[in-house]
Antibody
């Protein structure tokens, strides 16, 4: 059974840092592109970052230079290092597996709250 | 970036009704369009990929159509468990794979 389990969320002050983790199981992790998608309370879905099987990384302008996605295939793990956090980064963060054409599996999400 | 315009933003319908949601892309995306269902407090779930293909295990009352810039998502007979927010998403070629704004579906 495919499972994605996020962890690492919490309350952080503006300007602070946080590292999210996503533990994958039930599939060959190294064979899939992986993404982070976030959702502010009551809002829509926003793509945050992606990493390919070769380690190539992608970001939208809103987080580029502040967030870093990485993966450790030996540990079946995906990470998101978030620096210089802002109030606007407050959201539930999901890791998602990119299947043939869409995000076919999602984690349950981890809440990040940026507030003083 | 490709923009996705989804409508309506909210919809109220009765059990058994046919429900239709539309999604328009800002440029031709062929059939690179997915539909997701998100229930409150849960992660999104992929329902339809490549505009019209039903994900395994998804009830046949859900369907999708369209290509190019205009797409439609339909529930043929609304059931109480279909109450959720629905999102379209394009995945044409380059990132970002943008989402529509979502359609919140409620029971009348």
């Amino acid at each position: 059974e495919v499972q994605l389990v996020e962890s690492g969320g919490g309350l952080v002050q503006p300007g602070g840092s946080l590292r999210l983790s996503c533990a994958a199981s039930g599939f060959t992790f190294s064979s899939y592109d992986m993404h982070w998608v976030r959702q502010a309370t009551g809002k829509g879905l926003e793509w945050v970052s992606a990493i390919g099987t070769a380690g190539d990384t992608y970001y939208p302008g809103s987080v580029k230079g502040r967030f870093t996605i990485s993966r450790e295939n030996a540990k079946n793990s995906l990470y998101l290092q978030m620096n210089s956090l802002r109030a606007g980064d407050t959201a539930v963060y999901y890791c998602a597996r990119q299947g043939y054409s869409g995000y076919d599996y999602w984690g349950q999400g981890t809440l990040v709250t940026v507030s003083s | 970036d490709i923009q996705m315009t989804q409508s309506p933003s909210s919809l109220s319908a009765s059990v058994g009704d046919r429900v239709t949601i539309t999604c328009q892309a800002s440029q031709d995306i062929s059939n690179y369009l997915n539909w997701y269902q998100q229930k409150p407090g849960k992660a999104p779930k992929l329902l339809i990929y490549d505009a019209s293909n039903l994900e395994t295990g998804v009830p046949s009352r859900f369907s999708g159509s369209g290509s190019g810039t205009d797409f439609t998502f339909t529930i043929s007979s609304l059931q109480p468990e279909d109450i959720a927010t629905y999102y379209c998403q394009q995945y044409d070629n380059l990132l970002p794979y943008t989402f529509g704004q979502g359609t919140k579906l409620e029971i009348k």
